[in-house]
């Protein structure tokens, strides 16, 4: 599907749902993509990309940030803390803020460097063992012990159970994030981003929709 089609769709779901005309930023998620789609997506004029690997992050985005330096890269992927300052280096939003040492050491590097990426909460809002984020019974005090740092908490981000409907997930999602008066809300993927636009998404990441099914990486 293209660029535009998608933007379309976000817009008509935002008409939808009664929302602020582009109150949705369209997060292009270029991991394992090759670098012809990225250029391809970077000529049409976008601007904000995914990725969920430091490493490749940072062996793409120096490059096309030569020729696009307005470009805006969101980290969404599991972060290590050894990866923290690098991270912390190349993007401008990290989605994937899950745990208190993670929050300690974006603490102390924010000093260091005197300067920070927007935040999001992670939150594993279906409970599942092998999945990244807090639990939502212990967001709201994970919330405010990130706070409690200084970390710039804008929003919160999640990934719902493959095999659930999406919607209890975003709706979970977005009551957590008023009642901790957070604005942002980054949900909804390729197959369900108008829904998660419904009940209230700030940011979309759309991946195989927009550039096609992803090349399966080298093993
Ligand atoms: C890969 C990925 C996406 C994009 O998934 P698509 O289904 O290709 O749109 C979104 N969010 C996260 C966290 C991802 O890792």
Redesign the pocket.
């Given at each position: 599907m293209s660029l535009s089609e998608i933007t379309d769709r976000i817009r008509a779901a935002e008409r939808k749902a009664a929302r602020p005309e582009g109150g949705t930023t369209l997060i292009a998620?270029s991991?394992v993509q090759p670098n012809e789609r990225v250029q391809a997506i970077l000529d049409q004029g976008h601007r904000v990309f995914?990725e969920?690997r430091v490493q490749e992050a940072a062996g793409k985005w120096p490059d096309f940030r030569q020729d696009f330096p307005e470009v805006e890269l969101h980290l969404?992927?599991p972060l290590q803390t050894n990866k923290a300052r690098q991270a912390m280096e190349l993007a401008q939003a990290i989605?994937t803020l899950d745990r208190p040492k993670l929050a300690k050491t974006f603490a102390r590097l924010a000093q260091e460097m005197g300067q920070c990426p927007d935040l999001f909460v992670q939150v594993n809002t279906g409970e599942e063992p092998q999945k990244a984020g807090v639990i939502p019974s212990e967001a709201d005090a994970f919330i405010k012990e990130a706070q409690g740092m200084d970390l710039p908490v804008r929003g919160l981000m999640c990934?719902p159970p493959v095999d659930e409907e999406p919607s209890l997930h975003f709706a979970l999602l977005a009551k957590i994030a008023e009642r901790n008066g957070l604005p942002d809300l980054s949900m909804g993927?390729?197959?369900d981003f108008e829904k998660a636009i419904a009940f209230g998404a700030t940011h979309v990441?759309?991946?195989?929709?927009i550039f096609g099914e992803?090349v399966p990486p080298a093993t």
């Open positions: 998620v991991k995914g969920n969404i992927g989605h990934i993927m390729s197959g990441r759309v991946g195989s929709a992803r």
